[in-house]
Structure formats: structure tokens, C-alpha cells
């Protein structure tokens, strides 16, 4: 006897399994089902199921970027709650988020007392960029100088600082809260020189610039390096209260039985 012919289902998987769409091949019975049923129009379908695609593709960018770029937590801008954080400005964030400052080689810098969301921010912005297919690495001040440092010792810094000057988004975190020596000052300063122009940069500090002189112990250095930061720059200044203390007053408020609840117990 003839195998029935396959129906049309049959050769839509087929072809979505031919052009190596996991995530469209998945979503598709669910969305043909909704068709059928008239919950959906046919644009909504094919919309659905492009989207199915990109989502998959995006968490496997992301996980991928998550092993290498060092990223310390996943952190989204779906998460932020703006209305904690007057000061910021909604669409400067969310336009940012866009990736056209990547394309014109732009840096950010978040600047703000602790807690505000400064690192929140920078992650996002590198986990979207990660999304969208570009490369990201994320280090602290300290933690990146470590690694120069580390690699002059070894006699290879120019391969270190082209290794670094390479993600087109690097997120240098916590400038102001540990010293930095006049060594590890000077090689951040070469990596900034690197990546000045080529690459964007998203810096956090707990400090203003007029400080950034005493944190690096060097103020012509430290007058040169905004000055190269600044050039192409979108400036976010948090003004406003810590969320951890929130989160804290939140336990405090909410007393001894709700504490553990939160705990799950
Ligand atoms: N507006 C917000 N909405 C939701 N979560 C927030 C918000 N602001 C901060 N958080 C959360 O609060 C914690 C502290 O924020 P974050 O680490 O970004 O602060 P920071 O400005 O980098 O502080 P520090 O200067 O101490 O490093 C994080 O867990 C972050 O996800
Ligand atoms: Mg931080």
C-alpha cells in the first residue's frame, strides 16, 4: 500500500528542520492549531513562529556569552523598576538599550552612590548586546588591572590588551571603590587608548569625575582618560536611594514570620 502523502504540517516541519529552526519547529503545531481554531490571523502566525526562532537563538547567544564574558549575574531591563529611580531618565535607558551607541562606538558612563543600579544597567546592556549577537566581556576596575598586570608579569600585555579591546561592549564596574596603584592606572589607561574610537566602553562609578584623579593617584592621567571616555558619551547620572536597603527595609517592615516565608521555609 502507498504511505499517505505527507500533509502539508508534515513538510512544514520538514522544512523548518531542513533550515536547522529548532524553535519554530517546536512552536509550530501550537500556532497551526491556533490558526485552525481562527485565534489567530496568518500575519500573527508567521510572526509567531519567526519569533519562536529568534527567542531560542537569543538564549543560546546568551548562555554562550555567559561562559565566556564573565558576567557576574543575569540581570535584564525587564527588572528594573524605574519608578524606584525618579532620577533616571526611562527613554535615555531604554534608547540606549536600542544598540545604536555600539554601531557609532559610543561609551556610557553610570555614575551614582551605591545601590542605585549602576552594574543592573551595565548588565543589561551587555546581555542585550550578547542577544543581538555581539561580543561582551565584563570585568571590575580591579579585576581587569589584575589581569594586565598579571599579563606584563608574563610578558604578553599586547595580546591581553588586544583580547580586551576586541568585545565590541566591555563593562568596566566599580571605578572608586578600591585604590588602584599608579602601574595598574597606566594600564588601564593603554586599555581605554585601545579601545577609544575602535569599541564601546560602559563604565560605573560610585564616583564623579572630579574624584576619578585620587582614585587612579594620578591626575593628568585621570584628566586624559575622561577626556578620551567623554568624547562620544551618554552620561547616566542616578541620583536617589540604595534598592538593597530597600529590599532590607522590606524584610525589616514585613517582621520576623513574613522574613522567613521569603526564605521559603
Ligand atoms: N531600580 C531597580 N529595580 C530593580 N532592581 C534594582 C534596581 N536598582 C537596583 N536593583 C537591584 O539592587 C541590587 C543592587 O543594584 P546594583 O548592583 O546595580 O547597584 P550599584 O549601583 O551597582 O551599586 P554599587 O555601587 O554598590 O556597586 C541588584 O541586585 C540590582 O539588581
Ligand atoms: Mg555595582
Known amino acids: 500500500m502507498k504511505p499517505p502523502a505527507p500533509t502539508r504540517r508534515d513538510r512544514l516541519r520538514a522544512m523548518l528542520a531542513d533550515l536547522k529552526m529548532p524553535g519554530a519547529l517546536e512552536a509550530v503545531d501550537g500556532i497551526l492549531s491556533e490558526v485552525d481554531g481562527g485565534a489567530v490571523s496568518a500575519a500573527e502566525a508567521i510572526e ?25 549575574a543575569v540581570k535584564t531591563l525587564d527588572q528594573f523598576d524605574f519608578a524606584f529611580q525618579p ?23 553610570l555614575l551614582g552612590p551605591p545601590g542605585v543600579g549602576k552594574t543592573h544597567l551595565a548588565i543589561s546592556l ?9 561580543r561582551v566581556y565584563y ?21 591581553r590588551l588586544r583580547v580586551l579591546t576586541h568585545p ?11 585604590p588602584v596603584s599608579q602601574d595598574g592606572a597606566v594600564l588601564f589607561f ?21 574624584e576619578w584623579g585620587s582614585v587612579l593617584g594620578d591626575e593628568v592621567m585621570a584628566a586624559a582618560l ?10 547616566v547620572n542616578i541620583r536617589g536611594n540604595s534598592y538593597r536597603m530597600r529590599e532590607h527595609q522590606n524584610l525589616l517592615q514585613a517582621g520576623p514570620d513574613r522574613r522567613r516565608k521569603k526564605h521559603g521555609s
Open 87 to 109: 532620577s533616571i531618565k526611562r527613554e535615555q535607558i531604554e534608547s540606549l538599550h536600542e544598540l545604536g551607541f555600539l554601531d557609532r562606538r559610543e561609551n556610557v558612563i
Open 190 to 210: 593603554q586599555l581605554i587608548n585601545a579601545r577609544h574610537e575602535r569599541s564601546s566602553t560602559v563604565l560605573t562609578s560610585n564616583k564623579g569625575f572630579e
Open 139 to 159: 570585568g571590575t576596575l580591579a579585576g581587569l588591572i589584575e589581569s594586565l598586570t598579571e599579563a606584563k608579569t608574563a610578558g604578553n600585555l599586547s595580546r
Open 48 to 72: 509567531q513562529l519567526l519569533n519562536a526562532q529568534i527567542v531560542l537563538r537569543n538564549n543560546r547567544r546568551l548562555q554562550t556569552a555567559m561562559r565566556s564574558s564573565r558576567l557576574p
Open 226 to 235: 575622561i577626556d578620551r571616555l567623554v568624547h562620544h558619551c551618554h552620561i
Open 126 to 134: 551587555a546581555i542585550t548586546a550578547a542577544e543581538a549577537g555581539r
Open 168 to 178: 565590541a561592549l566591555l563593562v568596566v564596574d566599580e571605578i572608586g571603590y578600591l
